[in-house]
């Protein structure tokens, strides 16, 4: 069962991040790659921010990852929120990867055991048409 | 540039419908509330609607301007522009392409308007499914601008502290300003501390009372020259500055994939617009008699109180404490007509209005002498936008 216990907002992928969702459905996490000077963007915006290069290839999450920020949203305002509130937000880093961050879940997480600088290591949700969505569990 | 005195650009006219909660407004449309609000302002200035000869907006603007020129029964559109800023960042940065149309000669009388219907429209409090990067945002559970800014805060609250008795005392102060103004929708309902306390959590460490609210109503600024204001029958008042900027990498921010740069990760992204609204005008913070800081989270105001350079980063949980924000004693007398969070929710333009009236010596909770004063436009959104006004 999924962290929003299968009501999940499935992604609607664009012409920017398609290559993103289409590497999460084959539980891959890859950011945008610059193929001329290796900068690594997120969210993909198919352009890169250094040297405005369109060549892009795609380069993997490093597995370590921990909490930058977090929220518990105690209030349910919108349809597939239909989980036990509150629930978590993690905006996730990876420190081999400066500069990128990912918003994601901590499905595991309790009030006190999720705080900012936690590890975290990534697991994959199914949600359905075959999407599956990066999440994280606390890192042992 | 610097214009010439006589070019200097000068809000003429201010003018407003009423301001309800949302959905309160049934029997006029969006488009009729917009017209209201303009041509109470081209009133207020002494001219008639057909005078005016150019329209300023900002993002989200759902009105056509070519049904506006219709149906006020202008003559002549010489200029139309939309800042790019959305929802609440824009305002200011509406009001300086206003500026600079009357300032180089292109349109003699702009309009600065926004007009929000949320029972006809949209509820801001809402998901928005076109928001930019929304991919990477909704399938986590992230749907709205508290939940997004709950993070930045966190963040801030790890970094500096956040004192949740700051952020109260930013509902309260804001709460007791809106008392006295008979125009807010707040007025008449008192705010406790314990009523702040005992409300609902909406995402940690945003509580029910730390959040705008959602509200109908219009607002309209008349935009003129120096020269030609001084001919007309309302007290003009100067423009210092209005610009907008976007932070270096800021992209989408804390609205989209929270990929801001790391030093400006806990800020509102307006740091640089700050220093560059105040150097464009030549002064100081310390040369602002009051403030309207956009307040659609209470913890946003302490931040833009830092990023505007009134506070050190992480002092403005103390200055605030110390009740700097509020009428009549603090330092920095600010939303003194309530702000979003208890006056109305306009997207700051109502905090123009106010700004106006401060610097007319017609506010509700006039701060003596007020010559200069600051309005800010909404904060984690890029661009956004800033103004320095004086009385003329």
């Known amino acids: 069962m999924s962290y929003f216990e299968g009501h999940d907002v499935a992604p609607v992928p664009n012409a920017d991040d398609a290559a993103f969702w289409a590497h999460c459905a084959e539980r891959r996490l890859m950011f945008q790659h610059c193929a001329d000077c290796a900068t690594v963007t997120h969210p993909p915006i198919g352009v890169c921010p250094h040297c405005q290069s369109l060549r892009r290839d795609w380069a993997e999450a490093p597995a370590e990852a921990r909490v930058y920020s977090c929220t518990w949203v105690h209030t349910a305002v919108h349809e597939a929120v239909k989980r036990p509130l509150p629930y978590n937000v993690a905006v996730i880093e990876f420190p081999a990867l400066p500069g990128v961050r990912l918003i994601s879940n901590v499905v595991d997480a309790a009030q006190e055991t999720l705080r900012i600088g936690t590890p975290v290591a990534l697991v994959w949700e199914t949600i359905g048409d075959g999407q599956a969505l990066p999440r994280f569990r606390l890192a042992s | ?392």
């Open chain 2, 1 to 392: 540039m610097r214009v010439a005195a006589a070019h200097t650009a000068c809000i003429a006219g201010i003018g407003q419908t009423e301001y309800t909660r949302r959905g309160g407004i049934t029997d006029r449309s969006e488009f009729q509330l917009a017209c209201q609000a303009i041509v109470a302002g081209a009133q207020d200035a002494g001219l008639a609607p057909a005078e005016l000869d150019g329209f300023a907006t900002f993002t989200e603007a759902r009105i056509d301007a070519a049904t506006l020129q219709l149906a006020l029964g202008m003559p002549s559109l010489r200029f139309s522009s939309s800042m790019w800023g959305g929802r609440g960042g824009g305002a200011c940065g509406a009001l300086g392409h206003a500026a600079m149309a009357v300032e180089t000669g292109r349109a003699r009388h702009v309009v600065v308007f926004r007009t929000i219907a949320q029972g006809q429209s949209r509820r801001y409090g809402r998901f928005d499914p076109q928001r930019a990067q929304g991919n990477m945002a909704a399938p986590f559970g992230l749907f709205t601008a508290p939940q997004m800014v709950a993070l930045v805060l966190q963040r801030y609250a790890h970094l500096h502290g956040l004192d949740p008795l700051a952020m109260a005392e930013v509902a309260l102060a804001f709460r007791g300003h809106a008392l006295r103004n008979p125009l807010a929708v707040f007025h008449g309902k008192p705010l406790t501390l314990e009523q702040y306390l005992a409300a609902r959590m909406i995402a940690e460490p945003l509580r029910l009372y730390d959040c705008c609210m959602e509200s109908d109503g219009a607002c309209a600024v008349v935009v003129t020259t120096r020269e030609r204001a001084r001919d007309l029958q309302a007290r003009p008042v100067e423009i210092l500055a209005a610009i907008e900027h976007g932070e270096a990498g800021w992209g989408v921010g804390p609205m989209g994939g929270h990929n801001m740069p790391e030093a400006r990760y806990a800020t509102g992204g307006q740091r640089d617009l700050g220093r560059e609204l105040f150097a464009r005008a030549g002064i100081a913070p310390a040369d602002v008699d009051f403030a309207q800081i956009y307040d659609h989270f209470t913890g946003m105001v302490l931040i833009a109180l830092e990023d505007f350079g009134f506070c050190a980063p992480g002092e403005a949980g103390a200055f605030v404490r110390a009740g700097q924000l509020r009428w009549p004693d603090g330092a920095l007398p600010t939303n003194t007509a309530g702000g979003c969070l208890s006056e109305a929710y306009v997207h700051g333009m109502n905090h123009v209005l106010e700004a106006v009236r401060q610097l007319r010596g017609d506010s509700t909770a006039q701060v003596a002498g007020a010559r200069i004063g600051l309005v800010t436009g909404g904060s984690v959104i890029s661009p956004s936008s800033a103004a320095l006004l004086a009385a003329a």
